[in-house]
Each structure stands twice: as C-alpha cells, then as structure tokens.
C-alpha cells in the first residue's frame, strides 16, 4: 500500500525532462502517487498502480510541484509603508533604506521576529512556495546576524548569512573595517546556523574586493556563495559570482555581454526577481537574453520589507510572463525546478519519482492560469512532503 | 443595541469627505457600528456609542469599503488559455477573440454558465469585492442575450446589456442588420432583466453612429447608457458617453486632449482598467491627466476570459499605482467611490453614515498595503449589508 494517490490530474508538470514532454514534463489526465513523503510513480491515470491508503480527486485541474522561493529576506520588524508611498510618488529606490529596517529588527525581541517569520512563511505556503530560503541582514551585528540567523533556523532549512547587506550606519565611512567584522568575529557566530553566505555588491553597499572577500570567508568555513548582482546598475557582481562558484546570482538587471557569457559558461543560476521590478518601478531584466544564452533562469520573491513586500510566487510568474516574456512554462519551470537549482537541490522543484512530495493543487485546469488569471488565488490545496498543510 | 461593532480598527477609509480627512476621509484608531445592515456611526473609537450584540476587534488592521467592481464580463463558457499563451509570445489582442468566447457560450446550458458566473462571483467576494457589475454580450442573439441577462440577475442587481459586443460571424459585412437587432428585437428581449446599456465602440467593433444609436435605443427603453470607449486606438467612445449622458466611458486608453475636455465638463466616469492592459501587454491609460484634468476616475476589473481573466481588484489597485502613477489613496477611492459612482450609486463604495455595511478587513495595518503587498491575499474577512460572508 502506498499513501496517497492524487487522481484525475488533468494537468501534471513534473519537471521531469524523462517524462518525454520537454523540461516541464507534462503528463495530461495524470496520477500522483506519494509513499513515505515521496513520488514513488506518476503517468496517466489509467495506468496507476492499485492499492492507496488515501486518494484525492484532482477533478481535472493541474497540478505542480510546490514553489521554490529561493530568494527572501524574512526576519525583520516593521514596514516602509511610507517609503513605498513616497517611492510610487516618484522618490527613487537605493539601497539605502535598508538601515530603518535595521534599526527596527535590532529593537525587536526574538518572539515578534519569530512571529512575524512565521506568518510569512505560512503567507508564502498558502500561496504555493513549500521551500522558501531565508537570508539575515537587518542585524548587521555579530549578535543580531547570529540571532536572525537561528530564528530564521526555525522555520527552514535555507538559511543564508548576509552580514554584508549594507554598511551599517555605525560603521559609516568605514566599509572596510565593517567588511573585517563580516568576515571575522560575525562569521564565526554566524556560521554554524547558516547553509550560504551572501554579498550585496552593488552601488549604495559593497564593491568587488569586499564583496569577493566576504564570499571567499564565507566559503572558507563551509558556507556556500551566492549573491546580490546588478540590481541598481551594471556593476562586478556577476564577475564575482563566476570567480568564486556562487550558486546565483540574483537580480541582474543590469548585465553585460560578458556578464550573459560568463553565465552561460558556469554553473551559476541566475535568479530573476520581478516583484522587486514592480515594487521599485524599475526595468526588468532581460530574461530572454539570458535564456537565448543558455544560463539557467530561476524566478525568486525577493520578499523583503523595502524593495519587493511580497511573498506571491504566482504574482512573479505573472510578471515574468507579462514583462520578461518568459513563457508560461519557462515561468513554471523557473519558479519550481529554476529555484531548486539555484539551492542546488534535485530533491524539490519536480515531481520525478524519487523527489520530495511537494506539491500544489490549482483551482484552473492548467499552470498557463497562474499567468492568465493575474492577482486571483489560485493554490487550492498544498502538501509537502506528502502531507496536506492547513 | 446596534447589531455590530467593529473595533480597535487602526486605519478606517471612509471616502467620506465630511470626515475631515480629504476625499478618503481616513480615521485612525477607529470604531464602525452597523445596525440592519447599514452604517450608523464611525468616528474615533475611544467616542463610540455604548450598547451593541456583536463585537469584532480588528486588532488594529485596516477596514476599507467593498470593492466596487463596475465592469466585468461574467457569464461566459470556455477559457483562451491558448489565446493568452499566444498573445504573450507576441501577437496583438483584437476584439476578434470575443467571437471564441460567443461559441463556447451559446452552446453551454443555463446551470453550468450560472454555476461559472457564482464561483467568479464568489472569488470576487473572497477578494473583497462586495458589488461587481456584470455584462451580457457572449450572446448575441435575442435568446441568448437575455438568457445571459436572467443569469447574471442571479448573482447581481448591476447588469448590463451588451448586446452590441460584437458583430456576430453570422452577421460578417451586415454590421448595420446587426445593429437594427440589438436596438430592435434583442432590445425587446432583454430591457426586462438589465439596468444599464453598453456597445464596444471600437475598431473591430462598433462606430460612432452604431454606437450612439445602440445607446439611445437602450435609454429609451428606461435603460441607462454606459460605453467601452477607446480601448483600442483613438475613437469616437469619449464623445458619444458624453453626448448621450453615459455615466461611465470605460478603458479611455487613448485620448485626446478635447475627449479628457469633454469628460472634465461632464457626469460621465472614466472608468479604467489596468488588468486589461496588463494581460494585454498595452499601454496603460493615462491616469494622471484624467486626475489633473478633475475628472472622476473609477477603477474596474474587466473580468472577461479574453483580455482580462481576473476578478481582483487588489491587482487593479497594484497596477494602478505601480503603472499609472495613482497614489495609493486615489487608486483605494477609485476602486470603491470611483466604481460605487460609475454605477450612480451613493450607497456604497463609502462608510459614511447612512451607507450600506459592505466593507472589508485587511489583514494589514493600512490599504497602502494593497499596493505595498501585490499578489498577497490581504482580504481577512468581508462583510456585505452588516453580515460575514463564506
């Protein structure tokens, strides 16, 4: 007996490129079966195997595997309500901001953080993302990085440093010596809580040195790169991603030749973040450019209290496919497996057999709605790891 | 005893001016009271009436009036996933899809074309909206039209008759014929079940004469005039809602400088719909010149499963401020009083005393959010005429 079977799929996208329909595998009039936490099989449905403990009818709709957000910014306190407003009144984003944030998160105590955390996540879960990844940064001390870094623990397995958010105001005018603090006595507290290590390199926060520096340190004791590349402008992130292995590199809006070259020939994903576009009226990046090249594209949140206060990965496929012109299935694709990749994770982002049961039932007959139907709650039902949540 | 108080609401929006706080005549730390289903009192809640059956504690969050959703296309069979898929590879939208739609529609039976009008309706009360417009016009034939008008009166008190849609295949080259049918005997048939009476002036669709000819027969019939005005190009739409009275001109995407004249000098609405340019990949209506001009600006869905398949006027709002540069409070006042006033009506899309009880909790201190948080499901909890809906 297996667990679970999810019938009458009328759309199943596995990411499964041996499921012989492309990189999105797609199985139509499909079953699911999950055993212990797995997919143990999927095809069509009249080729199921028997015996199932508990089965759910799909009724036709489509179902996908859970979202990989791989880009987040979760433990924190306050907002920037006012900031947003005075922004979309026509004030420009900078990196800037980001010190009210810190300025609040530090004053808070590790129950409000954990709470406000905890309802994101969950916020982010109702809305299909069953990995979410969790960076520090609004603490900038080796107290507050460490503490955000075990609160963020809590609640995921992604957990990324990033003491090199943004120069502290305490350390103004003195970036090198805040660079020496990232990479010494804030590392060691924060390292044993964190799987990556990142770098805000970009006008407004860090350079290439720097930024090199804090990933190599990172790296030195385990952590692995990834980071923060040509959001506001052009700029060495991209080069500094390739030097040192990164993972990703996120944003890239603002990218060379050789920054689209250097991508293609490495194994760093390149994560797209368009909420962080709609939420700063900024350009978009240029996803088909980097398509066309060969990189592999992730879609990420951003989610964060300044530039992109969202955690809707379906808001980010929508967006892809309105101004990057992604397709609906390279969008899917990169919400799902793109992200998992940007983890380096095979275990999540797809339905093959052997992957994590972690999966989204939709309330439309395919995954083209989550683009056509814009703004509409879509996500009727999540599980992960085989089990219904909510 | 009142019936209902909603306490410790943080940030009430009343869009009542004579509350003292400009147009959206905004109350901080507020109280609403409700009795047989209407607004009693609002005001500060440390002055609020004693006595009361119910109490609701908002926990400081944000208590705005229902959406007002006054352009929405509902009865309809089908969906044009593939034509959305297409359209974002690249090609145009053209009003020719509709006739797609018109196939589907006629030959669906009256139990599954109302069943997809109450779970659309359904969905746009789950995301706030507490009063939705609904058109015919997926008919176009006598039988049809008014069968999609008795629907519709199911699920709304605000229907549409939308005859002049567009002209049907069976019609290809005898636009005039047509048009004789909808002002004659589909006139007949339909003035029963419809308050308002609209034509999509447009290329691919309607001229001028037809068009102010399809209204005055409508108004004749007691029905009031209502037009898709300049969706498409520059036209004549603006100036027929003015010279007929219309009290809505609906997408207004391209306008000259006499047609924004025209509306400034008129009663007549202009009623925007950003989802649409967006799922269209179009330029979006110029807000701003509307606003400067002091013309009334409404905000609306377009709900349709061609060029708009959302029923969420949170986007709309997103869209409003992201893409046509309205502040927050403008596009939450175009989205509820703006709509409520496309509509001729005075008794929602405001709180003021008097008003009916639709109204909406967020699960957010302020409606900035709505804009602050795209994609996110902020809707807590929704009240229509006094009573929790689902």
Known sequence: MTSLVVDNIGTLLTNDPDAGAGATGVVRDAALVVDSGRVVWFGPRDDQPEGTDERVDAEGRAVIP????????????????????ARMAGKAYSAGGIASTVAATRAAD?????A????????ALASGTTTIECKSGYGLTAFDEARSLQIASSATDEVTYLGAHLVPPEFAGRADDYVELVCGEMLDAC??????????????????????????????????????????????????????????????????DSDVDALASSSTVATLLPAAEFSTRSPYPDARRLLAAGVTVALASDCNPGSSFTTSMPLCIALAVREMRMSPDEALWSATKGGAEALRRDDIGNL??????????????????????????????VWRQGKLCG
């Open 116 to 123: 406000n955390l905890r309802a994101l996540v969950a916020e």
């Open 191 to 256: 390292a044993p809580f964190a799987r990556w290590v990142d770098v805000f390199c970009d006008r407004g926060a860090f350079d290439r040195d720097q930024s090199r520096h804090v990933l190599e340190a990172g790296a030195s004791r385990g952590l692995i790169p990834r980071i923060h590349a040509n959001q506001l402008g052009p700029g060495p992130g991209v080069e500094v991603a390739v030097a040192v292995g990164a993972a990703s590199a996120d944003h890239c809006s603002y990218l060379s």
């Open 66 to 85: 859970g979202f990989v957000d791989s880009h987040a910014h979760l433990v924190f306190a306050g907002d920037r309500t006012g900031e947003f407003a």
């Open 110 to 114: 590790e129950p409000s953080l954990g």
């Open 352 to 381: 093959a057999v052997g992957a994590r049961a972690d999966f989204v039932l939709l309330r439309a007959p395919s995954h083209v709605h989550l683009a056509y139907r814009p703004g509409v709650q879509l996500v009727a039902a």
